[in-house]
Nanobody
Framework: QVQLVESGGGLVQAGGSLRLSCAAS????????MGWFRQAPGKEREFVAA????????YYADSVKGRFTISRDNAKNTVYLQMNSLKPEDTAVYYC???????????????????WGQGTQVTVSS
């Protein structure tokens, strides 16, 4: 079992920054890949970013590439999402997720992730 708790969401003006954190517990953190997804009102949940077990590989949705940075600190059992140059269209509930499978999945598909946090709201005002 893995428990994930997100924090760091809030209200920010367009052009501003936020850093989301996701604290994990329950299994060896460095043994699984991590991802961030988001869901805006009336829309399906979508991939935002992912990081490999060691942090050596990162993956991003085109919509956030160059603005968001995913990272992880395996000593602190935490994954981060640094969000810069925020836009109103970034407004959503952001979820972190863990892929604990022996062979990591595609990183991009939510079906590959088996544990999810409760989500944290990010609102970007124009």
């Amino acid at each position: 079992q893995v428990q994930l708790v997100e924090s760091g969401g809030g209200l920010v003006q367009a052009g501003g920054s936020l850093r989301l954190s996701c604290a994990a517990s329950g299994r060896t953190f460095s043994s699984y890949a991590m991802g961030w997804f988001r869901q805006a009102p009336g829309k399906e949940r979508e991939f935002v970013a992912a990081v490999s077990r060691t942090g050596g590989y990162t993956y991003y949705a085109d919509s956030v590439k160059g603005r968001f940075t995913i990272s992880r600190d395996n000593a602190k059992n935490t994954v981060y999402l640094q969000m810069n140059s925020l836009k109103p269209e970034d407004t959503a509930v952001y979820y972190c997720a863990a892929d604990t499978s022996y062979y990591t999945g595609s990183y991009y598909s939510e079906a590959d992730y088996d544990y999810w946090g409760q989500g944290t709201q990010v609102t970007v005002s124009s």
